[in-house]
Nanobody, 120 residues
């Protein structure tokens, strides 16, 4: 059974940093691309970042230069380092498994989410 468990969210002031983690199990983690998506209050899901099985990252324009996605295949864990946080980054963040190594196709596998609130 595929399981994805996010952690690391919380309340942070604008300009601050957080590091999200996503512990994966139930599949061969190193064989799949992974994504972070987020959902702000009253809005739909927004793609944040992806990382291919080989490690190549991609980012939404809204987070480029501020967020860094990474993965540790030995620990079956996906990360999202978030720096220079803005109030508009407030959302529930979900990790999501892709259906292929290069994240050309998404899947329905995602975790329960972790809340990130950026506020002074």
């Amino acid at each position: 059974e595929v399981q994805l468990v996010e952690s690391g969210g919380g309340l942070v002031q604008p300009g601050g940093s957080l590091r999200l983690s996503c512990a994966a199990s139930g599949f061969i983690f190193s064989s799949y691309g992974m994504r972070w998506v987020r959902q702000a209050p009253g809005k739909g899901l927004e793609w944040v970042s992806s990382i291919r099985a080989g490690g190549s990252p991609s980012y939404a324009d809204s987070v480029k230069g501020r967020f860094t996605i990474s993965r540790d295949n030995a620990k079956n864990t996906l990360y999202l380092q978030m720096d220079s946080l803005k109030t508009e980054d407030t959302a529930v963040y979900y990790c999501r498994r892709c259906s292929d190594p290069n994240c050309y196709i998404s899947s329905n596998y995602r975790g329960q989410g972790t809340q990130v609130t950026v506020s002074s």
